[in-house]
């Protein structure tokens, strides 16, 4: 029998647990249509003319972030605007890639949500033909608001009601919590449907694996430098046992492997990007990328406190990340907690 399809997952969804209703589940949905059209554009590369740098070699384009935009950036942000802005499930939507909150054209009605999200994730390897993603975050629109602005995004990412990620990697996955468990379908590209393939992911809460840009171990914090070197040590160390290591730099990707079979990833605070909060930004990456590895069993902190507690202050907020197999968070979280109070 063929998997079940993302839609029929949804309707049971909200028959089991009241957690999707029509309009998020046209939301979803809506999402999900965009990532296929993402992944087919991806998938032509080179053929497509989708590589490389957005803007003219003059004068490249430049994000909100201060980061260069590749032309993949623009596509994705532009496809995911486009397919949201007429279905009425929306109040507003922001991105990684735009300045401010983006509002719901007037000629459309106006939903309930709010959508935010990484159009593009892990743009540094597109060019390379390495696995890139799509992350998005779902909030409520506070009752009464009926022009949703930057102050209306701030919640708590323990609010979301529903967050994903697209990987386009050698097969494209939609991975997708609503608050009741990950699920992970896979994209059947001949009749253009994701269907079922991993049911209540659950991430082992030991691991031996970390993943961290080891280039940047010098800027990082003390406890930070204590806790990866005594991974490093390895059986004769304080841990007594071997740790491997991967880096992907694309964070879908690195999380999926953590989904998959366990893992740590750690985007510390480092005196580079110290000055920014961290490098990963709160409301597109790390609140639904956190939602997601707790939903499957895993923990994900500053390196502090926990990150879905966080009260965002301005909407493209940085934090420090560190997400996975709960006992390995745990620990480099302690790492950084015994440091700040010592005794
Ligand atoms: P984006 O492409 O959306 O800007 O995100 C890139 C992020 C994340 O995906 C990845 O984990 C990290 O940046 C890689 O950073 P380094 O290049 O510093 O390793
Ligand atoms: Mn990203
Ligand atoms: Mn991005």
Partial sequence: MQPISLTQHLIEEQRRHDSVNADLRLLIEVVARACKRISIAIGKGALG?????AGTADSISVNVQG???????VLS?????????????????????MADPYPIPDAYPKGNYLLLFDPLDGSSNIDVNISV???????????GVAQPSEKDFLQPGTRQVAAGYCVYGPNTLLVLTTGHGVNVFTLDREIGSFRLTRANAAIPDETSEFA??????????APMQR???????????PRGRDFNMRW?????ADVHRILTRGGIFIYPLDEKVKAKGGKLRLMYEANPMSFIVEQAGGAA????????DVQPTQLHQRVPVFLGSKHEVEMATNYHLDADHPG
């Fill in 49 to 53: 003319g989708v590589l490389g740098e």
């Fill in 67 to 73: 980061e260069a935009q590749k032309k993949l950036d």
């Fill in 77 to 97: 942000n532009e496809i995911l605007l486009e397919a949201n802005a007429w279905g009425g499930h929306l109040a507003a939507c922001a991105s990684e890639e």
């Fill in 133 to 143: 993603g799509t992350i998005f975050s779902v909030l409520r629109c506070p009752e």
């Fill in 212 to 221: 961290v840009n080891m280039s940047n171990q010098r800027f990082w914090e």
């Fill in 227 to 237: 806790y990866v070197a005594d991974l490093l040590a390895g059986k004769t160390g």
């Fill in 248 to 252: 992907v730099a694309s964070m879908v």
């Fill in 301 to 308: 902190t500053t390196g502090r406190s926990r990150i879905l």
